[in-house]
């Protein structure tokens, strides 16, 4: 079965430095991947999705990640953070059930920018 | 135009009322799905419906019940809940919902629910 696994439940960061969101994934099948943001009391929103060709996939917000199958990995990166990207961040899955798809997610990491 | 709406944003009520949740979009998605978030937790799916059918229920309790009247529209209606349904109910939608599609879901902005 397919799953995500997200190694971090927080990560501490300070204003204009890099950092990596991990995420895992277990499949033995083609995969899709995805990442989202949730704001403080909002929905989720698209930061990037993996679903073939090129490994480094680029997102909104000056986010990217890489696509690497050896190490079943998709981890996120932002080279210089700020403020404003304080949020909690999923990565998420495709699995196909019925017929249909559904999104399997990490149990989040949540992110916070420290001035 | 990638945007799901949803109504109400707040909504409380008791354990014996009956409401509604509704979710709306125009994109020309013919896939669409509730989802339930706890605090601090990911969001959890609950109904899938595709091309108006309902495709996957989540083993979700009776008093949660869906609708798709059509395309666009996607209503959850609410009865006899208890306080640990209190959650944000989340709404999204995408292409096709098949296996054999790179879909991609569309999120709302959610429902945040009380129940008292």
């Known amino acids: 079965a397919q799953s995500v696994t997200q190694l971090d439940s927080q990560v501490p960061v300070f204003e204009e430095a890099p950092v990596e969101l991990r995420c895992n994934y277990s499949s033995s099948v083609s995969v899709y991947l995805f990442w989202y943001v949730q704001y403080p009391n909002q929905g989720l929103q698209l930061l990037l999705k993996?679903?073939?060709?090129?490994?480094l996939v680029k997102g909104i917000n000056g986010f990217e990640a890489e696509f690497n199958k050896s190490q079943t990995s998709f981890h996120l990166r932002k080279p210089s953070v700020h403020i404003s990207d304080t949020a909690e961040y999923f990565c998420?899955?495709?699995?196909?059930?019925?017929?249909?798809?559904?999104?399997?997610f990490g149990q989040g990491t949540r992110l916070t920018i420290n001035p | 135009d990638t945007e799901v709406t949803q109504t109400p944003k707040h909504l409380v009520m008791g354990m014996t009322n009956k409401k509604s949740l509704k979710c709306e979009q125009h994109?020309?998605?013919?896939?669409m799905y509730w989802y339930k978030q706890k605090a601090k937790k990911p969001p959890e799916l609950m109904f899938v419906y595709s091309y108006e059918k309902l495709s996957i229920n989540e083993s979700v309790p009776s008093r949660f019940s869906p609708e798709c009247p059509n395309s666009s529209l996607l209503n959850l209606h609410l009865h006899a809940l208890q306080p640990e349904d209190s959650a944000l109910y989340l709404c999204?939608?995408?292409?096709?919902?098949?296996?054999?599609?790179?879909?991609?879901?569309?999120f709302g902005p959610g429902t945040r629910l009380t129940v008292l």
């Open positions: 993996y679903l073939s060709g090129s490994t």
């Open positions: 994109m020309g998605h013919r896939a």
């Open positions: 999204a939608s995408s292409q096709r919902g098949l296996a054999g599609n790179t879909d991609t879901q569309y």
């Open positions: 998420a899955v495709t699995l196909i059930i019925q017929g249909a798809q559904k999104l399997v």
